[in-house]
């Protein structure tokens, strides 16, 4: 070994060792042809194999699963649930997965392997499982690791020994498609609009469940009645009579239109679109699910502060060890939790897309010169064309949902105005920075806190999540703004729950307290005992149901505490309200500014 004496030898020695390694890499470039790095090819998923392949899913609640099942089921698709993600899978999917990559990979790679691990060891060989299942996911790209999830899962299988295991993706940008182009997975109308349908009773399900469960009078009756519901739904789903115009039209009638293409074309899709989401049979099931799910009771005299939850998509989504259990904690820890629909996730979709094209009108099109009036009217025109098909999408949304919130007892929160989020963040968090849900943390933060909505948010994300992380560095000047915000950012990982736990426990303690002043000022308001509230509310069955609709008051965010106020004007005037907990008049006075 050469002896170094001085600081300029080392560096000459460095200088002529990297001259050296360049000078043998630039010989190995010349002496070998180079080819750009092409994607694999993937095995098409054909419609041949249709009744062969199995495709599983996963990563949701598990009311969306249930539904989203039924809607493959009712296009006659073979589907099978990937277990909860726990943190067994988490462990595996590190061990054949990438280092330092987001955790939704690892809990989700790990539980897709785990169960094919389990189909091998139930005697199926890893050429029967490559061949018979493919899983459907969630894909996107930007400048997260969201848009390597993909890769990784394919990774992670080909290091468990199933290389060449198909993945069909739903691309966050691209909309719904199978990376290989397949013709496999088919998505006619009534598939997209049973998947809609799914995802919006799921969300719906979710909230409704979230908000009844705190307050239920026995324990367990709401899983009880939400089991039953969802036992219901499932086979309903699966099992709908899709509409066909010899069905609903006089024979003669039926003959003409299947007689002419174009009409029977414009026929069936109309028909379809208008029984699927509102149509009798939908009608029917929400009416159902709303009459089970009236049969539990509810005490909404109980205290409890109102937790918002926000996040990464699958952190704050997944109801497993990949957000360390939170909702069901918090519920124990006596919080009503209020969560986070997919729908929400969607309608920011919608926006942005809206938006950018709004921001890049004259970069996608070439603007006209001043005195080209002709021109700039028919750009002006194409431009706000297409921003109107936008606009028509997300109020068709919007009202889709509050269908659904009506069909299913009013009582469940509407989807939320994008533009007021936007403009809400855009002061702290730019609105056209990209990256998982982008402003959104921010502009629902202050959101919940300006308006009332929440004693305190909970934004949860994988260890290490860019977009998340970002926002988490906002937040701080955001709280300085919004002194009364209580803010809790949360890390999920495979481990650090007693942690997370612990922080969780020591915010929710501020939470309860004001939760706790707010009812006491409510209740007080009122001149009145709680002792005399509890005995007219146990004299009246209908304000121990779970959809008696509770008016929101201005600045009270508590259910107890708007319930008290509620119950003390139905106390002084019983005439003003009708069934249900409508006002047939709106009182006036101190009392709706109580608090």
């Not at 750009?36 to 998923?45: I, K, L, Q, S, T």
């Not at 280092?99 to 392997?113: A, E, K, R, S, V």
């Not at 989504?317 to 939170?326: A, K, P």
């Amino acid at each position: 070994m050469v002896q170094l004496s001085s600081r300029a030898e080392v560096e000459r020695e460095v200088e002529r060792r990297v001259n050296h390694e360049r000078r043998r890499l630039e010989a190995e470039g010349r002496a070998s042809d180079r080819v750009h790095f092409r994607r694999p090819a993937e095995r098409p998923f054909t419609a041949a194999e249709r009744d062969g392949v199995t495709i599983l899913l996963g990563g949701l609640t598990w009311k969306h699963e249930w539904l989203i099942r039924s809607a493959f089921q009712s296009a006659s698709y073979k589907v099978e649930l990937l277990p909860t993600p726990d943190v067994a899978s988490f462990q595996i999917g590190k061990q054949y997965g990438n280092n330092g990559q987001c955790n939704p990979t690892y809990f989700m790679g790990g539980t897709l392997i785990s169960f094919l691990q389990r189909l091998e060891a139930d005697g199926l060989s890893r050429r029967e499982i490559i061949d018979k299942y493919v899983f459907f996911t969630a894909g996107g790209c930007g400048p997260c690791r969201f848009g390597m999830y993909e890769a990784e899962y394919r990774l992670a299988l080909h290091n468990a020994g199933f290389d060449g295991f198909r993945i069909l993706l739903f691309q966050q940008d691209d909309g719904i498609k199978a990376a290989s182009g397949e013709p496999g997975l088919k998505f006619t109308l009534d598939f997209a609009l049973g998947a809609f349908n799914a995802l919006t009773f799921g969300d719906v399900l979710n909230d409704v469940s979230r908000q009844i469960r705190p307050y239920e009078a026995t324990k367990g009756d709401t899983d009880r009645g939400f089991h039953d519901v969802m036992d219901r739904l499932s086979v309903a789903f699966r099992d709908r009579r899709m509409f066909h115009v010899s069905d609903r039209a006089p024979a003669w009638l039926a003959r003409r239109i299947l007689a002419r293409h174009a009409v029977e074309s414009l026929t069936h899709t109309t028909g379809k679109i208008v029984d699927h989401l509102w149509g009798r049979q939908t009608a029917s099931w929400l009416r159902e699910a709303r009459e089970r799910l009236a049969q539990i009771e509810v005490d909404r005299l109980r205290v409890k502060p109102i937790v918002k939850v926000t996040g990464e998509f699958f952190a704050q989504t997944t109801e497993g060890d990949g957000n360390f259990q939170m909702f069901d904690f918090l519920e124990r820890e006596g919080a009503e939790v209020l969560v986070e629909p997919i729908a929400n996730w969607m309608m920011y979709l919608l926006w942005q897309a809206k938006a950018n094209r709004k921001d890049r009108k004259w970069l996608d099109m070439t603007k006209p010169r001043p005195w080209e009036l002709q021109k700039r009217v028919r750009a002006e025109l194409k431009f706000r064309r297409k921003q109107m098909l936008f606009g028509v999408g997300e109020r068709l949304c919007a009202h889709l949902y509050r269908r659904v919130i009506n069909g299913l007892g009013g009582i469940a929160h509407p989807l939320l105005d994008m533009e007021e989020l936007a403009a809400l963040a855009h002061p702290y968090y730019h609105s056209f920075a990209r990256g998982g849900e982008g402003h959104l943390e921010v502009g629902k933060t202050i959101y919940y806190t300006i308006h009332k909505k929440a004693h305190m948010v909970v934004s949860l994300k994988p260890f290490g999540c860019m977009p998340s992380s970002q926002s988490d560095g906002v937040q701080s000047a955001v709280m300085s703004h919004f002194p009364d915000m209580i803010f809790l950012p949360i890390e999920t990982s495979g481990e650090g729950e007693i942690n997370a736990h612990s922080r969780v426990q020591m915010a929710l303690g501020e939470a309860k307290a004001k939760a706790k002043i707010e009812f006491q000022q409510a209740l007080e308001s009122t001149g009145r005992r709680l002792e005399d509230i509890q005995s007219y509310v146990a004299d009246r069955p209908d304000l121990r149901r779970p959809f008696y609709r509770v008016p929101h008051r201005r600045g009270v965010i508590g259910t107890a505490a708007n319930f008290v106020l509620h119950v003390s004007d139905r106390m002084k005037s019983p005439g003003l309200f009708a069934i249900g907990g409508s006002k047939r008049e709106q009182p006036s006075g101190a009392l709706g500014r109580a608090v």
